[in-house]
């Protein structure tokens, strides 16, 4: 059983800069695996921020980034705002059309 | 505008039936792959199942594989999801969500269609 692990929470002040991350229980992400960001807000669906490790989906701002850090993927926020104040999900692919999310991590700016 | 509307959701008793559909609008929905990923109160995101474009190709996780049907009629802009057998692990927000290539990744996503599932 394949776990994908995310930070169930990080806090970040406005204007600072944080990194989430997307690990596996067993092994390291890398490139292969596909990895995606995806931003959600209570009540709303989810809003793609980053596919393919590190390409920003159309509209989404140049402080969001993408990127693997060691043996994880991460997603950095650089200049955090209070709209950024949600909850984040990575996804990695598995292969043979199958994907796996992370837990989520709720990110609080203040 | 591109848009998915999910529709179909409702209340169901242990070991029933229901089926979610999903209207495309706005984009060519033939071309594209399909997946519905899941979100029960309070958690995570579930990916829950993918369809290719022509549906030759199918997958399910394991939680709902054996239970859950996945199609499409592409000449409708429509994608369903037949799920039975339905237990109250299945409770949750339903999305259809747009499968994209390269990359794997995921949009666009329509707003969901809640499934209870409760005596």
């Known amino acids: 059983q394949t776990v994908v692990t995310q930070e169930p929470s990080f806090s970040v002040s406005p204007g600072g800069t944080v990194t989430l991350t997307c690990g596996l229980s067993s092994g390291s992400v890398s490139t292969s695996y596909y990895p995606s960001w995806y931003q959600q807000t209570p009540g709303q669906a989810p809003r793609t921020l980053i596919y393919g490790t590190k390409i920003r989906s159309s509209g989404v701002p140049d402080r969001f980034s993408g990127s693997i850090l060691g043996n994880k993927a991460a997603l950095t926020i650089t200049g955090a705002q209070t709209d950024d104040e949600s909850d984040y999900y990575c996804v990695l692919y598995m292969g043979s059309g199958l994907w796996v999310f992370g837990g989520g991590t709720k990110l609080t700016v203040l | 505008e591109v848009q998915l509307v999910e529709s179909g959701g409702g209340l169901v008793q242990p070991g029933g039936s229901l089926r979610l559909s999903c209207a495309a609008s706005g984009f060519t929905f033939s071309i594209h792959a399909m997946n519905w990923v899941r979100q029960a109160p309070g958690k995570g995101l579930e990916w829950v199942s993918y369809?290719?474009?022509?549906?030759?190709?199918?997958s399910y996780a394991d939680s709902v594989k054996g239970r859950f049907t996945i199609s499409r009629d592409n000449a409708k802009n429509s994608l369903y999801l037949q799920m039975n057998s339905l237990t109250d692990e299945d409770t949750a927000v339903y999305y259809c969500?747009?499968?994209?290539?390269?990359?794997?990744?995921?949009?666009?996503w329509g707003q969901g269609t809640l499934v209870t599932v409760s005596s």
């Open positions: 969500a747009g499968g994209r290539a390269p990359y794997n990744w995921f949009d666009p």
């Open positions: 369809i290719g474009n022509s549906d030759t190709t199918i």
